[in-house]
């Protein structure tokens, strides 16, 4: 299993940066930046790869719905040919209260909509001309061209059965926020392997990311957790997947506890499937952030 550090969108792309070129001197494979509401994640890689060179750059995730396909694939080779092709997109549906409720998109068909995205994202990273009419899409004789840089390998956010399937049919893998070991076990990796499988694909990556801290205040450190991310928790797509798992909220997955019990909760997401570790760190005031470091750089 890869590890690599998950970092937010909050502060400037100076912020990023410094983040990112500390990422690569502990020798960590790989940084995944969210796309929120700070920076633009992708611009924000495009500067830090300017700054690096050899660290994996991802987004976990950019949301689909605000930005053409056209648009994203130009952005993401851009990107790509800042940064000598070191780019993973990973890409997703955000959620509905933020994307129907708050941006006025129409989320009656999320399956459509990754699947005609995909269908004209593909393409258009690989700098085909692409001819496609769909229900949410039509792209007519277009094509882009940036000499030098090869298409990304393309994530989804893929949580349900039936988006899980579309992945592995259409893209390399996916990004999974709060899937824990059993959840990923026992429905995440082996769906999306059996469709990669029958479509012909390579095995797909399965990146995932939790918050984690070592620490021997446990309790305390769990509770905090607890309280930050209350939100995702109710969340209906995190909701089905945390009790799938038999999670009361986001704190129950975390990897919070001394070295030993860390260092037990990796392995139980290397043994579920999980390909690639993006660690959250959730460092409170007065923990000591070198002791999470120094396990995750164990695994190196």
């Known amino acids: 299993m890869r590890i690599g550090i998950m970092l937010l969108s909050g502060g ?4 990023i940066t410094q983040q990112v070129v500390e990422a690569e001197g502990h020798g960590f494979d790989s940084v995944w930046l969210a796309n929120i509401r700070g920076v633009d994640a992708l611009t924000a890689l495009a500067v830090a790869g300017t700054q690096t060179q050899r660290i994996e750059l991802g ?7 605000p930005r053409h396909p056209t648009s994203l694939a130009q952005q993401a080779l851009t990107v790509q040919s800042a940064t000598g092709n070191r780019l993973t997109l990973g890409i997703g549906l955000s959620h509905r209260v933020t994307m129907e409720q708050q941006l006025g ?3 009656d068909h999320p399956i459509r909509h990754m699947r005609e995205y995909l269908a004209t994202l593909t393409p258009l990273l690989a700098q085909e001309t692409v001819q496609f009419e769909g229900d949410e899409y039509t792209v007519r004789g277009y094509q882009l061209t940036l000499a030098g840089a090869e298409p990304p390998p393309v994530l989804v956010a893929a949580l349900g059965p039936q988006m899980l399937k579309l992945t592995g049919r259409m893209a390399d893998g996916t990004a999974i926020w709060l899937g824990g070991p059993r959840y990923i076990a026992e429905t995440a990796a082996p769906t999306i392997q059996a469709a990669a499988a029958d479509a012909g694909r390579p095995a ?3 990146v995932a990311g939790l918050p984690i801290c070592v620490t021997d205040n ?19 797509s995190y909701r089905a ?10 704190a129950d997955i975390s990897l919070i506890g001394d070295e030993a019990t860390v260092r037990a909760g990796l392995t139980a997401m290397a043994d579920a499937g999980v390909t690639d570790f993006a660690a959250s760190l959730f460092i409170p005031r007065n923990e000591d952030r070198e002791r999470t470091l120094a396990v995750l750089r164990d695994l190196q």
């Open 105 to 107: 998109f129409d989320w």
């Open 241 to 250: 997947i945390l009790d799938r798992e038999g999670a009361t909220g986001p």
């Open 12 to 15: 400037t792309p100076a912020d």
């Open 59 to 65: 987004t976990f995730v950019v949301p689909t719905y």
């Open 204 to 206: 797909p990556r399965i």
């Open 218 to 236: 446990t309790d305390a450190v769990r509770e905090r957790v607890a309280q930050v991310y209350v939100r995702y928790g109710e969340l209906p």
